[in-house]
């Protein structure tokens, strides 16, 4: 009996023995960067998030296998204002994950949820998330997420906690469910208070904070290539210290995939990215700006930009503090059009006309339900829908005008190309064509009276040929007619518009 409970106890040393050396194995990997993601939480342990929350607030996971991704940075969001939140999960499983749908948690109590509830839903989807069956590249086995939230005007001082429930379909075609954790860090109103302690317990704090309460760039959007200047607004949230020596240093996200092609987001143009400010009294707010240049070949969504601080109190000693901002960058609509091919280039009223050319997409962004509107007097119809582009892809319009009413003006037809970005904005590009209309001269030149007078001839016995000869010159006169009509029309529309011009010289 003895000598079984000893060989149980010696398994069970074992087991905890190999448990141990595993756990310090995958520590010590993650110490050394070799593991790009170290945020997952062992199967057999249960996290206390409350504590967490208030001493490194590092995101947490019910799964060992979906976790929140290492470039995950804690957003900071200020009272009143939007702020945009970012979420990276990581699929660590073998198997990949379909039809994922992320929900965030969200609550009607301040103290629990620190954002205004604007939507009636806040679910993303999307259709499947590698393993690493599918790919060992981390990258790959990652997708990032987006939510654009208000945070309430009465918010308070803190970490706050955002729970999100992912439900998605396993390789078994069963539905699972795994709750992701992170936390935002809330800037209430001055006098607001702190999320983890009383009124009484905020004015025992000492230590000097500071914080980016906001920022502007101007100009307002940031489009990849351009320079802007960014202004970050920094309040010492001490009531009782000053600081001094405040040394802010500014580090932008690293993007590329590969140690030899990364490079920054953004580069300060003046060559050094560091900002010094003398001191800052307490509850006082200062403003530093900088100018920046954002790189062309960015792809369109936020970047972030951490701000480090470095600062004394009155009696030099010494604190630090960090702060992330997410500046979204924009790609330049582009795109060019062919040649348009109109065939015939002049018709009669009541006639069509063939109208061809292509739209290309030259820049780098997607353009969205483009449309093509051809406007004049003298024309109808012709409206075209081209629909989405990608970058660098093609498309065609292939359009039938109809001859309204006879062209009085040098015969210049709109075409009014619009488009939309990605939050369903409007743009529009006008370009030109030539189409005349004419009336038809057959029917006015040659009616019945004519026909019964060339059938006069042939019963008075003319010769058949003198009568195609008439008839003939009659057409060849009717057409110089035409042409000179046209010509005159033309002419008359170039006096009218250079007189308006000369107008408008002696009005200015």
Known sequence: ???????????????????????????????????????????????????????????SSTSSYVVVGSNWVTPVANYGEA???????????????????????????TEEFPFEIDLTGYSLKFDRLMGENSSMNITDRTKDLFWTFRTRTDVKNGYYKIDYQIQFTNDACEQEEVTISTYVLAVGKPGSGDINGTDEENKKVSTPRLIVTGFETDPEE??????????????NTSRKTSV?????????????????????????????????????????????????????????????????????????????????????????????????????????????????????????????????????????????????????????????????QETVDEGKVDVIISYEDETSKVYTRKEEIELFVTQPIMEEEFGEEDMEGMDGEEETGMNPW??????????????????????????????????EEELEDEGK
């Not at 074992?14 to 110490?31: D, P, Q, R, S």
């Not at 008439?470 to 009218?496: D, F, N, P, Q, Y």
Request: net charge neutral; with cysteine; charged share 20%.
């Open 222 to 235: 940031v489009y990849a290539g351009n320079t802007f200047t960014l202004t970050l607004h920094i309040l």
């Open 466 to 499: 003198i009568t195609r000869g008439i008839v003939g010159g009659v057409i060849l006169l009717g057409g110089i007619a035409s042409w000179v009509t046209i010509r005159k029309k033309k002419k008359k529309a170039m006096e009218l518009k250079l007189l």
């Open 244 to 404: 001094m020596n405040v040394e802010i240093d500014l580090v932008a996200a690293v993007e590329g995939k590969e140690q030899d092609t990364t490079y920054y987001a953004f580069l300060p143009v003046s060559g050094s990215s560091t900002v010094f400010v003398d001191s800052l009294a307490p509850g006082g707010m200062t403003d530093i700006s900088i100018e920046m240049a954002a790189r062309a070949d960015l792809a369109q969504k936020p970047y972030v930009l951490e701000v480090k601080m470095k600062y004394e109190d009155s009696d030099a000693n010494p604190f630090e503090g960090a702060a992330n901002v997410s500046i979204p960058v924009k790609q330049e609509m582009k795109f060019e059009t062919s040649t348009p091919e109109i065939m015939p280039s002049s018709i009669d009223v009541g006639s069509e006309s063939n109208v061809m050319f292509s739209i290309y997409n030259t820049g780098k962004t997607k353009l969205y339900n483009i449309q093509v509107k051809f406007q004049a007097d003298s024309i109808t119809g012709g409206d075209a829908f081209v629909g989405n582009l990608e970058s660098g892809a093609t498309g065609n319009v292939d359009v039938m005008l109809t001859g309204a």
């Open 1 to 59: 009996m003895e000598r079984t409970r000893d060989r149980r106890k010696s398994r069970g040393v074992k087991k905890m023995w190999k448990k141990g050396i595993a756990k310090f194995f995958l520590l010590f990997m993650c110490w050394i960067g070799t593991l790009p993601v170290c945020q997952p939480i062992w199967a057999d342990e249960v996290v206390d998030d409350t504590e967490s929350a208030s001493d490194n607030s590092v995101p």
């Open 83 to 109: 702020v945009i939140i970012t979420l990276p999960i990581v699929n660590m499983g073998k198997s990949d994950m379909r039809d994922v749908v992320v929900t965030p948690v969200i609550s009607t109590k």
